[in-house]
């Protein structure tokens, strides 16, 4: 694609806003730690991308800190049993990225020697990790100067460059003009600075185009556009589909669980017999007085998931599907968000 732009040359400008203003993250090396030398741990940087792809920076502190403090090397996590990191990832979703998460560890430590390889095309290779993933690790670990994308970058080069064609549509262009403007020097450096930038100042909603080290630079400030921009296409709305979970528990506290299948939504999961989101409802996995506790609805990338979930206590039961698990062997925690909800769902009835 041609990209029509006049250079903006925003490297030195927020290079200098970042010195003073760079967020505080666990896995961050400070612009002043750079500047001296220090370099930033490529598995924590790793790791944390993969995180922030799921949720917002507050989250992924907390899951960070709980894995490295579990997990400190990559080794570490290669030699991690599935269900523990499955049962750590549980809250964050998209559980196929934790699968991946593994494989990636894994393969780091068969192949790499435990070293994630400073490379974007090596970096490719590796499970899980896609064309952004392997440009920041590049720029946050390598310092090189590979082009980062983010929603935060899209969102800045959107306002400063005045694009008004719309998101996805726009990609393309806006990679091109975040390309156009990567330095060779502090690559690692300016990534995280658009990031923030991005994050703290150019928001959304409200930009602070009056605190924003880019501003005599920015078109869309320029043309009074700022907050109209980037343009989203109008999605069509999600379907909704239904199903239904039997949340069993014996007298003496055990808890009737089944793993899921390996593969799908959810795949390799602990939680409850049931249906999935196939409009369909699966029959009980032993016949008793079954009440119904409520609907609870559980929103996927492409659809809602309205689940009805049926509860029993019973003294013995022989169940077609799934085991009983006592109560002491049992965490709520380590259930996927979906499967949480029907739990706290059932507990009051
Ligand atoms: Fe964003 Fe305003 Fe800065 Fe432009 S001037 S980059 S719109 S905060």
Redesign the pocket.
Known sequence: MRVQFAPKYISQPILAWYDANARIMPWRVSPSECAAGVRPDPYQIWLSEVMLQQTTVAMVKAYFTRFTQRWPLVQDLARAQDAEVMAEWAGLGYYARARNLLACARAVTQFYGGQFPANHAALLTLPGIGPYTAAAISAIAFNLPETVLDGNVER?MA??FAVTEPLPTAKPHLFALAESQTPQARAGDYAQALMD?GAT??KPRT???GI?P??VL?D??AQGI?ADLPKKLVRAPKPTRTGSLWVARRKDGAWLLEERRPKGLLGGMLGWPGSDWDNVKAPPPFETNWQKAGVFRHTFTHFHADMEVLTAQVGQADPKRGAFVAHNLFQPDDLPTLMRKAYDLAILV
Do not use: E
Request: hydrophobic share 50%.
């Open positions: 800045v306002r400063l930038l100042v150019c930009p602070s185009c924003c880019l501003a920015c869309a400030r700022a």
